[in-house]
């Protein structure tokens, strides 16, 4: 499986961590902070990627070369080559080494303009070039506010996929992210998660059978060291996706500490 060393015999995902660390970082701190992540993560019993912002890639690839924890670009263009300044193709990501790319993260929908056509089309491509896609779906505070997080999420479940790939199963992972949550310190309470993972959970029911129940869902949204416990051990997560507590090694490793308990 392209998931690491995920049993794909199972239907129960391994639990799964992602360390987002958005415009951070030189690369001399990358590489050091990938190489104390390398020592302190509890690489045996979950799997881990960690995703440098662009000019860290080869840094980070070669600081955690041998070892369990994977990269992760945190986004990518859907056109394999090309006169588009400015952007990174799958094909260039995946000869590097990395592995995962983050696809329709909040703040690329929210800042760039980024529809969920355009998910569908980074999907896409990132199956077709070796890479595993971490799709990204939530709802807006005014959404959750009128009930809507369950039909949010499972439309944009649908959009995202509605490119098909082979073998797909094996090349997915899904993270939900409220957005009224990011970066805000706060969090939806136990009940509303499980409710949207559910959602989510149905959808890849749909589209892949029994197979989708080894897709691993992960919660995104002011994951920290404090709360990542009590949002880890709620039904329906597989995992977190982590932003600003991922540029500490000691908070970062106390989440997957964590994830690897639940």
Excluded at 23 to 31: G, I, K, S
């Amino acid at each position: 499986s392209r998931l690491g060393r995920c049993a794909v015999t199972s239907n129960e995902p391994r639990p799964f961590v992602v360390g987002n660390w958005k415009m951070n970082l030189t690369e001399a701190a990358a590489a050091a902070l990938a190489r104390a992540l390398v020592d302190r993560l509890p690489l045996d019993r979950i799997d881990v990627a960690i995703a440098p912002p662009f000019p860290c890639l080869r840094a980070v690839i070669d600081a955690v070369t041998g070892s369990p924890l994977a990269v992760a670009a945190q986004n990518m263009h859907w056109e394999p080559q090309g006169a588009f300044t400015g952007e990174v193709a799958a094909p260039l990501l995946s000869a590097m080494g990395v592995r995962y790319v983050i696809v329709g993260h909040s703040e690329r929908r929210n800042l760039f303009g980024e529809t969920d056509a355009i998910v569908c089309k980074k999907v896409g491509a990132a199956r077709r070039h070796g890479l595993i896609p971490i799709i990204c779906v939530g709802e807006h505070e005014g959404e959750r506010d009128r009930g809507r997080t369950r039909e949010i999420v499972a439309a944009q479940i649908r959009a995202a996929l509605a490119d098909p790939a082979p073998d797909p199963v094996l090349e997915t992972v899904i993270a939900y992210e409220p957005v009224w949550a990011i970066g805000t310190g706060r969090t939806p309470v136990a009940t509303e998660i499980t409710a949207a993972h559910g959602a989510i959970r149905a959808e890849l029911d749909l589209y892949f059978g029994a197979a989708g129940a080894s897709i691993p869902i992960l919660y995104g949204g002011s994951v920290t060291a404090a709360t990542a416990a009590a949002l880890l051990r709620a039904p329906g997560v597989n995992g977190a996706l982590v932003g600003g507590a991922s540029l500490d090694a000691g908070s970062f490793a106390a989440i997957a500490v964590a994830a690897a308990a639940c």
